[in-house]
């Protein structure tokens, strides 16, 4: 199993910033795309930013030019930057992963446990 370990969410001004960390843990053999995905209270989970094993990325045209997703292939450790932050950015958000591990030869899906970002006005 992969275990999927998030930090860096808060409490932030608006025009704020915040930095996520996602840490992927355990027998990983390689890592495929990962990113983050955001719900608000009331709404469904969306994504926000992705970005591939050799660093293509995909936004969320809602962050576009504020966000930035990166990653360290050796340390299994995904993140984002989140610039001028806006009120509307309020949500949990969660690290996802495919991940293969030592013991198997296909890629599966895992969620991280969500780390809470508020952007007060």
């Known amino acids: 199993q992969v275990q999927l370990v998030e930090s860096g969410g808060g409490v932030v001004q608006a025009g704020g910033s915040l930095r996520l960390s996602c840490a992927a843990s355990?027998?990983?053999?390689?890592?495929?795309?990962m990113g983050w995905y955001r719900q608000a209270p009331g709404k469904q989970r969306e994504l926000v930013a992705t970005?591939?094993?050799?660093?293509?990325?995909n936004y969320a045209d809602s962050v576009k030019g504020r966000f930035t997703i990166s990653r360290d292939n050796a340390k299994s450790t995904v993140y984002l930057q989140m610039n001028s932050l806006k009120v509307e950015d309020t949500a949990v958000y969660y690290c996802?992963?495919?991940?293969?591990?030592?013991?198997?030869?296909?890629?599966?899906?895992?969620w991280g446990q969500g780390t809470q970002v508020t952007v007060s006005s």
């Open positions: 970005i591939s094993s050799v660093g293509t990325t």
């Open positions: 996802n992963a495919n991940m293969r591990l030592v013991s198997s030869r296909d890629y599966e899906n895992y």
């Open positions: 355990g027998r990983i053999f390689s890592g495929g795309t």
